[in-house]
């Protein structure tokens, strides 16, 4: 509390105006990824519990891949931002450029190696599962990993703008994104009755719309960072190693945290479809629970990247506290008003007795722990991220997950016959280990020391 009292509001990097400026807009796109990946598993369960289960399968896999590519784009963004907070322009426009080629030979290849590793991903990853729950998945996963170039390019492009302080845009080309993406589901699947097609294919075409539209923005030179001659690309192998100093890291993070999940739904799926229905279900509405957070901790990013460029190590703590709190209040509120909606969001999914009264079990408790514990265990280590202080803070959640989370799954789910339930009491384990963790970390002020530009 000293520090605060000591800094000069007038020289802060951020008023509440811009800050403002910042969050609600991620706020909006981030409310409406999940009313869209909500509205896409309402209109599937019209098709009935095995296309839910086949397509909910695929997508976590397409989550580990998306999370990848976030990853990178949040190592880029942080490199450009710290760059920014220095004013030195050419500089960020140079990390850009670098971050938006490098990211799409990545994605390339990774969809490649999906598509040559269909089989095992359907038969061995997933493990014993209905046929019918593979056939939806089959038909979801051929249509949706073309969509794979695409979406990365839109993370990168995404990230970029908030570093900038322009979180408006992203949303904006987000709007048009969802908006194909719901027209198209509601149209193919109940106009031309598609079926699983009905959500994939809406889902490519949005996801090309805004790949599009956000990379043609940022080649227009009048921003503060833009895509330098997108067209004469040469590889910056030094600037490319700064933004993966951040990027694999944080990118290992995100994509173990992923690959644990998707090993636990091998687990899930032991259970019977009732148990892949009811996660999947409280899947979708988690992701609405945590969505403020979720929210915030890329403002946390963009904020605290272009402190640490400036060298202003007492604003950054100022501004993680300040988006800390901020993040507890907002936390607080989405989950009162998602338990008082609960009836209906598990009616509108139009589940079975026992599923819905697993899917109501799993949701009361998701929410008591997002509220106490997900901010500090999920919204901390994204100063440190941006502070450059990436490795530790993959150590710290590799750890974490592989010890407690998977681990204890087995236990709790399948030798202490919690079943499903077991698989999320394990997650929060695992978060609160994770949260005592971060704070050590963040206390210890080694953050501070690291230079990553």
Known sequence: MEREQRIDKKRLLFDNKALAALILPLIVEQLLAVLVGMADSIMVASVGETAVSGVSLVDNIMVLFINLFAALATGGAVIAGQYLGQRNEKQSCRAATQLVWFITFMAVIIMALIYCAKWFILHVV???IDGEVMRHANTYLMIVTASIPFIALYNAGAAIFRVMGNSRISMQVAIIMNVINVCGNAFLIFGLHRGTEGVAIPTLVSRITAAVLIIALLCRQHWQIHIDKPFHYRPDWTMIKRI??????NGMENAMF???KIIVLSLVSTFGTYAIAANAV???VANFQILPGM?????ITAVIARC?????YVQAEYFTKKLLRLVYICMWGINIVILMLAPFILWAYNLSDVTAQTARTILYFHAASACVIWPVAFSLPSTLRAAGDAKVTMI?????MWIFRIIFSYVLGRYFGFGVLGVWIAMVIDWCVRALCMVLRYRSGKWKLIHSI
């Open 126 to 128: 997933f493990g014993q």
């Open 244 to 249: 993966l100093g951040i990027g694999i890291p």
């Open 258 to 260: 992923q690959l644990g």
């Open 282 to 284: 409280c899947n979708a």
């Open 295 to 299: 929210a915030i901790n890329l403002a």
């Open 308 to 312: 640490i460029g400036a060298g202003e």
């Open 396 to 400: 710290i959640s590799l750890a974490s």
